[in-house]
């Protein structure tokens, strides 16, 4: 009788809403704006693995400004406190859903990937390419926020300024005050320890690092 009774209370549980997207039942089109919600996780984990694998100090710079990002957003969104639309969902990440931090994670990486210098010909219109398939996941993100009710278009549009606003400013933090005292960082002795490195003077470092392979592989 006392398990009985002890199970009858059982715990409240909630979810991790980080990746928790509810969309409405047998709408094919929310469940496939659901899972395209989910890209700015997707990409953040592919950056967080290079830093793990390149350990380069613009892509460390760039998951910075990214914390930098979650804080303003956070920020903001205590600030105004202004309520989700009532959309019904069992579970959010806050009640407040000014502005929309999903823009402010793209734009970033649009910015990145024009972030380095040197760059040739090819590589520059691959970047660009890249940003307008990026951008193209940005409106396509904002777009599902709004129409599975976890934000309005003005929280979108706000979330798209803060976004702008702090790329750039980061851009240049980055390339003005950071750049040029990555070459001492990088030789620092943790630096050395960790192998964290400086590939900003490098034009091509896809092709750098093929070349030197196939040199240490002969």
């Known amino acids: 009788m006392a398990s009985e009774e002890q199970c009858s209370a059982p715990p409240r549980w909630r979810s991790i809403s980080l990746t928790h997207v509810e969309y409405p039942a047998g709408d094919l089109t929310g469940q496939v704006l659901a899972c395209m919600s989910l890209l700015p996780i997707a990409i953040l984990i592919g950056f967080v693995t290079l830093i793990v694998f390149k350990r380069e100090l613009h892509t460390i710079s760039f998951f910075g400004g990214l914390i930098m990002n979650e804080g303003l957003n956070w920020l903001l969104k205590h600030i105004l406190q202004e309520p989700r639309p009532c ?12 502005p929309s931090n999903f823009l402010i994670f793209i734009y970033n990486i649009i910015l990145k990937m024009h972030q380095t210098n040197n760059a040739r010909c090819v590589e520059l219109l691959w970047r660009h390419i890249l940003s307008i ?6 409106l396509s993100v904002s ?5 599975l009710l976890y934000h309005t278009w003005s929280q979108v549009i706000y979330g798209g300024v803060a ?7 980061w851009f240049f933090i980055t390339q003005e005050l950071l750049t040029p005292l990555f070459p001492k960082i990088a030789a620092w002795p943790i630096s050395e320890f960790f192998l964290v490195r400086d590939t900003s003077l490098i ?14 592989a002969r």
């Open 87 to 98: 959309g019904g969902h069992s579970s959010v990440t806050t009640e407040y859903g000014m």
């Open 133 to 138: 398939v990026l951008l193209a996941v940005a």
């Open 143 to 147: 777009y599902s926020r709004v129409y």
């Open 163 to 169: 976004g702008m606003v702090m790329g750039v400013v």
């Open 203 to 216: 034009p091509n470092i896809l092709w750098f690092e093929y070349t030197v392979t196939r040199s240490e």
